[in-house]
């Protein structure tokens, strides 16, 4: 700290010692001790100072008041009560070529998922020849089962043909010869006709050996598994060694002819804006292009519980569109010219949507609109608006239908 060149003087009680009457009156007056401004102020008491301070506002604030007064810039006492109403923002309804869609979400989906599996007595898996995601043809072998025992019976059914057929042919032969001698009567008639029933017999059992036959090689051709039209192998079980049995899970799943769609529900009142034919414009997950399609199918009932229909939208097909992947669609329904708000401007209660315009008293009125669609822009009007409304912008709830305010003069200009 400092040390102050002037020695301090102790300002706390003094002794004093006592002194008589005529000593007083003889003793000349001592000069008292000049005090610094300091030590001067702090003897000050404290309510003179608070007293001044008071005084000087008071000054202050009169001098202030009367420039106000007498400036020509001051407002006139009359607009304080227009001061207290309430300030608002308005906006003029802006009419723009507005695109109506309907959206609805999806999946992939195959138009025609096809199942394949084994027929007949079923058997093991000793090859398979398709992946999934193989394009393949009408015919084409998927998979091959255990052919050893119906080749088997094959070959046996072909030689009791052969040899059913080759005795058809001896009764044909001798029949024929008994009928060339019957003029001459070298054989009787009983026996011409018994060589005729064993002619026909023979034929009869060689064409049951031939059915035989077929059933077997059908058999053996159930036992390759192929492809029953055109199209994608979407999903395939099938393993080598595997046991496959009629009625059990699909071996493969195909999408018959490669046709690709997508199939989704849309809401009740969406439906009948909906045609079949229009253009639909399809978005996959991490694909910023959307895929071309139309509306191929509509459903026919509403499900009562959901209040939602089927649509499926047909698509070309392209490696991207994978069954089972979700899907987001866009069905352009109309096109107009509609006013478009911002969403801060449309309000809702239980009588439905409104706003709030400012008349030309500069009251408020509700005005009862019908919002159509939701852009980036706002909220779609296509009825209760002409254009040229002067539209709160925000705050509206905060305002009662009837009540005055003021309107922004940068709104009111524009």
Request: net charge neutral.
């Amino acid at each position: 700290m400092p040390v102050s060149a002037q020695p301090e003087h102790n300002l706390g009680p003094r002794e004093f010692k006592p002194i008589s009457l005529e000593q007083a009156r003889l003793e000349p007056a001592r000069p008292r001790p000049e005090l610094p401004w300091r030590d001067r102020i702090a003897l000050v008491p404290r309510k003179r100072i608070a007293i001044g301070v008071g005084v000087l506002l008071a000054i202050v604030a009169v001098l202030w008041a009367a420039t106000r007064s007498s400036s020509p810039n001051a407002p006139a006492a009359g607009t304080a009560a227009d001061q207290e109403l309430p300030l608002v923002t308005v906006t003029r309804p802006e009419f723009k070529s507005v695109t109506g869609n309907v959206t609805f979400t999806g999946t992939i989906s195959a138009r025609y998922d096809m199942p394949i599996g084994t027929e007949g007595e079923g058997g093991r898996i000793v090859a398979v020849l398709v992946e999934a995601g193989d394009r393949v043809k009408k015919g084409q072998l998927l998979a091959r089962l255990d052919q050893s025992v119906t080749t088997a019976q094959v070959n046996q059914l072909a030689a009791t043909v052969d040899q059913a057929v080759a005795q058809a042919a001896l009764s044909e032969a001798e029949y024929q010869r008994a009928k060339g001698v019957e003029a001459a009567g070298a054989l009787s008639a009983e026996e011409i006709e018994r060589r005729r029933a064993a002619s026909l017999t023979d034929a009869a059992r060689a064409k049951v050996a031939a059915a035989q036959l077929a059933e077997s090689e059908a058999r053996l051709g159930r036992t390759q598994i192929r492809a029953p039209s055109d199209g994608i192998v979407l999903t395939r079980t099938a393993e080598v060694g595997q046991t496959a049995m009629p009625g059990g899970e699909p071996l493969f799943r195909l999408a018959s002819g490669s046709e690709i769609e997508m199939r989704g529900q849309i809401a009740e009142q969406d439906i009948a804006a909906v045609q079949v034919g229009q253009s639909a414009n399809v978005y996959l997950t991490g694909i910023a292009e959307p895929f071309k399609g139309k509306v191929r199918l509509l459903g026919a009932v509403i499900d009562p519980k959901t209040r939602l229909g089927d649509i499926r939208i047909q698509l070309e097909p392209h490696p991207a569109l994978r069954p089972g992947a979700f899907a987001r669609a866009q069905v352009r329904v109309s096109e107009a010219e509609r006013a478009v708000l911002p969403q801060t401007a449309v309000l809702a209660d239980a009588q439905g949507n409104y706003v709030l315009i400012v008349n030309d008293k500069d009251e408020t009125e509700r005005r009862a609109v019908h919002v159509a669609d939701t852009t980036a822009e706002g909220f779609v009007i296509d009825s209760g608006l002409k254009g040229d409304e002067r539209v709160i912008g925000t705050a509206g709830g905060f305002l009662r239908a009837g009540e005055k305010v003021r309107v922004a003069q940068a709104d009111a200009q524009q």
